[in-house]
């Protein structure tokens, strides 16, 4: 089966502009992920999607990322305007079960540097 | 809240040798799971093993073992038998229920793995 895909996986933008990154999940899967990791700390929860619905959005950092799942397959995270700070590695993950117990199955990431 | 704390930023290894990279945590949980995820150079980030909490039995898979110690919330990861191809990024993370009923994973810093020839 094909896993998580996210585009692009490199994104250079400068400060005020717009990005969009995608995400795929695995066929099926209804829970989907973001997690970021900016330059030198953890990786952060942003959100979780079941299906097209907003289960949890308590990590996305203020009101310039917005998330979106239409249709409750892929997914995309814009970042409008674009700040220095948002510099870091998005990651999707995808799992079926939304329990303690899912091993997430990860993309490979999106690397955005905001100069 | 929960924590997780890898001390080791980075380790390197002799191919064929034996390494443990250390995780501690934090919870007032009592039933949890626990999760070593690896990432390579470049490449997606995949589910190296789990431990449930009740089990008192470590888990296991292939040459990737943990010691788990649940009074002293430690939870290490040992590889044996080191291949180049275990060059990564290793993270600790530990599924926790947020208050949206959500569970979220929270990660440890991460430590840097070389393989060396």
């Known amino acids: 089966e094909a896993g998580v895909t996210q585009f692009p996986s490199h994104s250079v933008i400068e400060k005020g502009q717009t990005v969009t990154l995608r995400c795929d999940p695995i066929s099926g899967h209804d829970n989907l992920y973001w997690y970021r990791r900016v330059m030198g700390k953890e990786i952060k929860f942003l959100l979780h999607f079941v299906k097209e619905s907003k289960q949890d959005e308590s990590g996305m950092p203020n009101n310039r990322f917005l998330a979106e799942r239409t249709g409750g397959t892929y997914s995309t995270l814009k970042v409008q305007p674009a700040e220095l700070e948002d510099s870091g590695v998005y990651f999707c993950a995808s799992s079926q079960s939304r329990g303690a117990r899912a091993g997430y199955t990860f993309g490979s990431g999106t690397r955005l540097t905001v100069v | ?117």
């Open chain 2, 1 to 117: 809240a929960q924590t997780v704390t890898q001390s080791q930023p980075e380790m390197s290894v002799q191919e064929a040798e034996t390494v443990t990279l250390s995780c501690t945590y934090d919870t007032s949980e009592n039933n949890y799971y626990l999760f070593w995820y690896k990432q390579p150079p470049s490449r997606q980030m995949i589910l190296v093993i789990r431990q449930e909490a009740y089990k008192q039995q470590n888990a296991t898979e292939n040459r990737f073992s943990v010691n788990f110690q649940k009074a002293a919330k430690s939870f290490s990861l040992k590889i044996s038998d080191s291949q180049l191809g275990d060059t990564a990024m290793y993270f600790c993370a530990f599924p926790g229920l947020s208050g949206a009923g959500s569970y979220q994973l929270t990660f440890g810093k991460g430590t840097k793995l070389s393989v060396i020839p």
